[in-house]
């Protein structure tokens, strides 16, 4: 008599890995340019980390734990984002670690393409890791940390270009 035949193997697809970017930066402090960026990035991945680069020799004005509280308020709203520190390694490094194979980042105008560009050739020579570039929304072309924190410096009128919250930090900081 024929032995019964065998059962079939159970088919099991692989369980589908949730996709996930970097979006690094100094964000000292994050401005509502950066967040343009943050917002699409997150309608693109399942999880966005935004990743706070600390450069322990060059003294910002906002803490590392300060800019942190600031991103956090800021995407309260955008349940797959998170926030993270780094410094003093590669972001290549934390992207392999946290299993992340593309860089997210946002695109003003040519300045930023000759500083960008350079840095993704470089970070996909070391591991293979993807930058992805978003042209800036022009409404915040002119918009960068460091341009926000001269003119509230000087009394100037940053609404519009930073969040209610990041401009009362930075008029606390001024005061
Ligand atoms: O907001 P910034 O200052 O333009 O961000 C620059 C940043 C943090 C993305 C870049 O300096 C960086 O990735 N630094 C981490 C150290 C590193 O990996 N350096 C090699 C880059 S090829």
Do not use: W
Not at 77 to 99: K, S, T, Y
Not at 132 to 156: C, H, M, N, W
């Amino acid at each position: 008599m024929e032995p019964a035949p065998s059962a079939p193997e159970p088919v099991t697809a692989p369980a589908p890995q949730p996709r996930r970017c970097v979006c690094p930066g100094s964000y000292d402090p994050i401005t509502l340019g950066h967040l343009d960026v943050i917002r699409r990035a997150a309608a693109l991945y399942d999880e966005v980390v935004v990743a706070v680069l600390y450069n322990q020799s060059k003294q910002g004005m906002f803490s590392p734990a300060e800019r942190l509280e600031l991103i956090r308020h800021e995407c309260a709203e955008l349940p797959n984002v998170r926030a993270i520190e780094f410094h003093g390694r590669l972001l290549v490094d934390v992207c392999q670690e946290l299993g992340i194979a593309a860089i997210v980042k946002g695109l003003r105008g040519e300045t930023d393409y000759s500083y960008e560009l350079p840095m993704a050739v470089m970070n996909r020579h070391l591991t293979g890791v993807e930058t992805l570039f978003l042209p800036g929304d022009p409404a915040y072309t002119q918009v960068s940390s460091s341009l926000i924190k001269e003119v509230a410096r000087f009394g100037g009128n940053i609404k519009g270009l930073v969040g209610p919250r990041v401009a009362e930090a930075l008029a606390a900081k001024l005061a």
